[in-house]
């Protein structure tokens, strides 16, 4: 009988030591798990990030900004250049440089201002030539005629070409691209 209470004495004192360990190991299991879980989320976001970064993200284009499109002195007064505008566009995870994005007509006017013209015929959207023997523009497609400054001569063109905004800086020529609606009288951005 005195056999038996000891070894119920030394179990339960075993109990009491093994208890605060047992405590301890619990809690360093779950805290464990917990840095484990942050760890976790902080290494999958970004990776989430990237798969789903074509769904979230828009396609932006660089043609809304000012683009550098030639240089000033190789437009000479009264015979208009014919410049491409190109920029760069980013779509998903990818970015794709030299994208064409339309032409512009540089004009050197008298008092040596350049003007920038759109190529794309407000009619339909043709490309607008120069003819230097008539010195006018002339849309082949339906034969609109503009004169040196973009004012309707003759043709079904409903409004003079089109007006681009441009700037110059240090010899360079920037222009922004524009985007219209074709066959209104008004000038209207798509
Ligand atoms: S598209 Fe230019 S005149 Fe018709």
């Not at 789903?52 to 009264?78: C, E, M, R």
Request: net charge positive; glycine share 8%; hydrophobic share 40%.
């Amino acid at each position: 009988m005195a056999k038996q209470k000891r070894v119920s004495d030394l179990k339960r004192r075993k109990r009491k030591t093994v208890k605060p360990d047992q405590g301890k190991r619990n809690f360093l299991t779950v805290f464990s798990a917990f840095i484990g879980s942050i760890i976790g989320i902080a290494i999958a976001f970004p990776v989430i990030g990237f798969i789903f970064h074509p769904l979230i993200k828009k396609t932006v284009y660089g043609g809304s900004d000012f683009i550098n499109i030639a240089k000033s002195k190789a437009i000479k007064p009264g015979i208009p250049k014919k410049v491409v505008i190109s920029s760069f566009k980013v779509d998903g995870w990818n970015r794709y440089d030299n994208i064409i994005l339309g032409a512009a007509w540089l004009i050197k006017q008298e008092n040596g201002e350049i003007v920038a013209k759109s190529s794309i015929c407000p009619h339909l959207g043709c490309g607008i030539d120069w003819d230097a023997g008539e010195g006018q523009f002339v849309c082949p497609c339906h034969k609109s005629i503009f004169d040196i400054d973009g004012k309707v001569v003759s043709g079904p063109a409903p409004r003079p070409m089109d007006s681009l905004d441009i700037k110059i800086e240090d010899g360079d020529v920037f222009v922004k691209h524009r985007k219209l609606r074709l066959a209104t009288h008004k000038v209207i951005e798509v």
